[in-house]
């Protein structure tokens, strides 16, 4: 059987259904995976945080894409995730649906690097391929082979070297900070 609804906009109203459904799909120790570190005081993209609804069930898919920056050059890319699909409603073409309309509307807004901590076998289906080994590191422990990324400009991941993080957390790294080395500054009044 295949799924012939569509993907839409998540709504506000949609956040207890999703938290829902990603414990169903993943479990409650998703929140320890490296990947939930890249999500955390991070924000969505806007216009691609998709759901697939049906009548039976409500919510029965999940997507969404969030901003992160790759090494001290912010090299801007997507991480894809969490994708999650109802247990009741899987294999049926509801995360191919909302993986195929997510890379859509990226590329639509002009995005060109999309990473992802995910099953090979499945992604792969996707045209998804393992970033080489030791090019890109994540703010956590995480298997390489599951580290997956997909070009949406040809050539984007030679730009994408070191570590990933989400943009404000490398603005703050190279923001300048008082330090104890610095300390007082050379102005500050002495005695
Ligand atoms: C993994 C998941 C997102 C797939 O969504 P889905 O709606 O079931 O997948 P689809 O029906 O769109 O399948 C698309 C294709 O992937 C294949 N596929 C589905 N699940 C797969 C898996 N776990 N591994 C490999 N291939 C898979 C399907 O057979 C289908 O192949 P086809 O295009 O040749 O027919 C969903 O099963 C899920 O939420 N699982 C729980 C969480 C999970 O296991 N995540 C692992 C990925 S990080």
Excluded: C
């Excluded at 320890?32 to 009548?55: C, F, H, P, W």
């Excluded at 191919?96 to 997510?102: D, T, V």
């Excluded at 090979?120 to 599951?146: C, H, K, N, S, T």
């Excluded at 949406?152 to 991941?157: K, R």
Aim: hydrophobic fraction near 45%.
């Amino acid at each position: 059987m295949t799924f012939t609804l569509s993907p839409v906009d998540q709504t506000e109203h949609d956040h207890d259904a999703i938290e829902h459904l990603l414990d169903l799909a993943f479990g409650l120790s998703r929140i320890a995976k490296t990947s939930y570190q890249l999500r955390l005081g991070n924000t969505a993209i806007e216009g691609l945080s998709l759901v697939m609804r049906d009548k039976a069930l409500g919510l029965i898919g999940a997507i969404s894409f969030w901003p992160i920056a790759v090494g001290p050059e912010m090299t801007p890319a997507l991480l894809l995730g969490p994708l999650a699909v109802h247990p009741e409603r899987q294999n049926m073409g509801v995360g191919r649906a909302l993986i195929a309309e997510g890379l859509t509307r990226a590329k639509a807004k002009g995005h060109k690097l999309v990473l992802l901590v995910g099953d090979p076998p499945f992604y792969a289906r996707f045209d998804f391929r393992q970033v080489p080994e030791g090019q890109i590191d994540l703010p956590g422990p995480f298997d390489p082979r599951r580290l997956m990324f997909i070009e949406l400009e040809a050539g984007a991941l030679a730009k994408a070297h070191g570590l990933a993080l989400p943009p404000w957390r490398w603005t703050e790294l190279s923001a300048p900070r008082a330090t104890t080395s610095g300390w007082p500054p050379a102005t500050a009044p002495q005695g």
